[in-house]
């Protein structure tokens, strides 16, 4: 871990550095920006419309050149020092500005756990710190006027403004979404993938470590006698040097273990008392 992820860092919420409690755009003369690593409660996307820096997102350091968009998720440690004489567009906004039906815990969500083809808006978002998002030419001014128009509603709030700023923003995701799609699919698809084989490996070793829980009730006392059983003879062969147990073998060894900590109850009650005919 770098140091700037090590620092210590304050977290923003979103009256601190918002007019208002769902939506908020601003360009550069209207607050002063933040100079210190921080964090915030809330979503954030930067646009810089002139004047080439970089980005720090937890202990990732990307450039910032003119027409780059950052997409800050909550609570993630980042800087963007604008040098003097920069334009640049900040807005914020709430996870539920959104309307997206996502599960939220302390007002957190997982963006790891959240399919993109479901939900492409925060695709941005999740992969900030894998790639850059810069938009040059047509697209450029496509977002320009966007900002600009989302800056004159947000000014003088009337009925349906917050449907409009809702558009506009989605419209601004949109769009570098569908600059960026072929990368974003694919950091998608191999995070997927990584995501799989862990739950895949997390369930066989669940699967083999509790054993006990697939075996019916009728048989479970007779399996659990028998297992302890087949062990206490095992251990006491290679104790005796009749048997060696291969390197490869260490892993059942410990199921073994693990099978005769959750049995103890009932193989040392039985032994004890010698009430094998409840067994059978």
């Known amino acids: 871990m770098s140091a700037f992820a090590k620092r210590t860092s304050r977290t923003y919420a979103m009256p601190e550095r918002s007019d208002r409690l769902d939506f908020y755009i601003r360009d550069q003369t209207l607050r002063s920006a933040i100079t210190e690593p921080h964090k915030h409660d809330y979503f954030q996307i930067q646009i810089n419309l002139g004047g080439d820096t970089k ?12 027409g780059s968009v950052a997409f800050i998720a909550p609570h ?17 906004f709430a996870l539920d500005f959104l309307g997206l039906d996502v599960d939220a815990v302390d007002g957190r969500i997982d963006l790891g756990s959240i399919p993109v083809i479901r939900f492409p808006e925060l695709a941005p978002f999740r992969f900030q710190d894998e790639m ?29 403004a917050t449907s409009r700023l809702r558009g506009y923003l989605l419209q601004l995701i949109g769009l ?4 960026y799609a072929d990368p974003l699919l694919r ?36 399996f659990v006698e028998d297992s302890c059983r087949r062990e ?3 251990r006491t062969r290679k104790e005796n040097g009749e048997i060696h147990a291969p390197r490869g073998s260490e892993y059942l060894l410990q ?11 009932f193989c040392s009650g039985l032994r004890a008392k010698g009430e094998r005919r409840y067994l059978h």
């Open 55 to 66: 980005q720090q997102i937890d202990d990732v350091t990307r450039p910032f050149p003119t």
């Open 76 to 92: 993630w440690l980042h800087m963007i020092p604008h040098p003097e004489h920069s334009r640049f567009i900040v807005i914020n």
């Open 132 to 160: 850059d998002f810069r938009l040059t030419g047509s697209d450029l001014v496509e977002v320009e006027r966007i900002v600009h128009l989302m800056m004159e509603i947000d000014s003088a709030r009337g009925f349906g």
């Open 176 to 179: 570098v979404c569908a600059r």
């Open 187 to 222: 950091l998608a698809a191999l995070s997927e993938r990584a995501v799989s084989r862990k739950q895949s490996r997390g369930y066989d070793e669940k699967n083999t470590r509790n054993t006990l829980v697939l075996v019916n009730n009728g048989s479970k006392r007779k």
């Open 232 to 234: 206490e003879c095992r």
């Open 255 to 265: 199921c073994c273990d693990n099978i005769k900590r959750h049995s103890a109850f």
